[in-house]
């Protein structure tokens, strides 16, 4: 049988992913206390994984680039069952769990802990070589740290270089546009004029637009994000998509209703 160290790198060399690393569990910040209660294990250590989906292939396009794939959340239920089979296998009796996005954790300080990149003034966090577009997932064990540390190799990045280019292209400092796409009901005049003067119909990249460290970043090599893209999303489009292939995409959290209204909003404000 393979030495544990290699046998987790070479899972994460097939799968495509470079920044993995182990923290312990005290290094974790809560900033969901609430969800702590039901997480049902006495958990003690964490890897934190950073997965690129950086992949430029639309020449045009109304939704934010993390939104073009299908969502995020089905590749990451999948890498944790494969990863949670290894760690099982490695260190039985042992219990492992896998969230992205769910965690009552600080995902973005969880992996600056872990040494795998730095948050910038945009909020994000920069991973090199694949700059801010990065998403994070842990999975959390009842492992001891110590029988992981030295399991798990940590990779060094570039900090922000506090140029104050994201701020400067911000096109909505006060109301993420991020958020304001995704909110549902109607929408205010303000609110209406911000998100047409972003262009998109869901989210936001223009602070990671700007950002000097997201020039000449590698594309993601993980075929996922690479697939069953989605460059502009019109209105027939969304309107006779199936429910399954909805469902599949990160913004049918908010419902139909929501991007259609935004979708509405560029209609009957074009040219603006
Ligand atoms: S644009 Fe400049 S200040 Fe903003 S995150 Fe990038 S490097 Fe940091
Ligand atoms: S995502 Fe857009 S609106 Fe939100 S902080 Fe970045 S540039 Fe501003």
Not at 19 to 33: E, G, M, N, T, Y
Not at 55 to 82: C, G, I, Q, T, W
């Given at each position: 049988?393979?030495?544990?160290?290699?046998?987790?790198?070479?899972?994460?060399?097939?799968?495509?992913?470079?920044?993995?690393?182990?923290?312990?569990?005290?290094?974790?910040?809560?900033?969901?206390?609430?969800?702590?209660?039901?997480?049902?294990?006495?958990?003690?250590?964490?890897?934190?994984?950073?997965?690129?989906?950086?992949?430029?292939?639309?020449?045009?396009?109304?939704?934010?680039?993390?939104?073009?794939?299908?969502?995020?959340?089905?590749?990451?239920?999948?890498?944790?069952?494969r990863l949670g089979r290894?760690?099982?296998?490695?260190?039985?009796?042992?219990?492992?769990?896998?969230?992205?996005?769910?965690?009552?954790?600080?995902?973005?300080?969880?992996?600056?802990?872990?040494?795998?990149?730095?948050?910038?003034?945009?909020?994000?966090?920069?991973?090199?070589?694949?700059?801010?577009?990065?998403?994070?997932?842990?999975?959390?064990?009842?492992?001891?740290?110590?029988?992981?540390?030295?399991?798990?190799?940590?990779?060094?990045?570039?900090?922000?270089?506090?140029?104050?280019?994201?701020?400067?292209?911000?096109?909505?400092?006060?109301?993420?546009?991020?958020?304001?796409?995704?909110?549902?009901?109607?929408?205010?005049?303000?609110?209406?004029?911000?998100?047409?003067?972003?262009?998109?119909?869901?989210?936001?990249?223009?602070?990671?637009?700007?950002?000097?460290?997201?020039?000449?970043?590698?594309?993601?090599?993980?075929?996922?994000?690479?697939?069953?893209?989605?460059?502009?999303?019109?209105?027939?489009?969304?309107?006779?998509m199936p429910d399954e292939?909805?469902?599949?995409?990160?913004?049918?959290?908010?419902?139909?209703?929501?991007?259609?209204?935004?979708?509405?909003?560029?209609?009957?404000?074009?040219?603006?």
């Amino acid at each position: 049988m393979k030495l544990k160290s290699e046998a987790i790198t070479a899972f994460f060399e097939a799968e495509k992913i470079e920044h993995f690393s182990a923290i312990p569990a005290d290094k974790l910040r809560v900033i969901q206390p609430q969800k702590l209660t039901f997480m049902g294990f006495d958990f003690r250590s964490a890897i934190v994984i950073c997965v690129p989906y950086f992949y430029p292939d639309e020449k045009e396009s109304n939704l934010s680039m993390y939104a073009r794939s299908k969502d995020y959340h089905l590749y990451f239920k999948e890498l944790f069952v494969r990863l949670g089979r290894l760690l099982t296998d490695l260190y039985p009796g042992f219990v492992f769990r896998g969230y992205a996005d769910s965690s009552p954790f600080d995902e973005r300080s969880a992996a600056e802990s872990a040494g795998l990149g730095y948050v910038g003034d945009h909020g994000l966090l920069i991973c090199e070589p694949y700059g801010s577009y990065v998403f994070i997932g842990m999975m959390l064990g009842d492992l001891p740290y110590a029988m992981l540390a030295d399991e798990v190799p940590k990779k060094l990045c570039k900090e922000c270089l506090h140029c104050g280019a994201c701020k400067k292209c911000c096109p909505s400092p006060d109301a993420c546009l991020s958020s304001l796409t995704q909110k549902k009901g109607e929408l205010s005049k303000d609110e209406i004029d911000l998100i047409l003067r972003g262009k998109l119909i869901w989210g936001c990249d223009s602070c990671q637009e700007c950002c000097p460290l997201n020039r000449e970043i590698k594309v993601s090599p993980i075929a996922f994000f690479s697939k069953d893209r989605i460059g502009v999303l019109t209105r027939d489009m969304l309107c006779n998509m199936p429910d399954e292939q909805f469902l599949a995409r990160a913004f049918a959290w908010r419902k139909r209703e929501t991007i259609l209204r935004n979708i509405k909003l560029f209609e009957t404000h074009k040219g603006y």
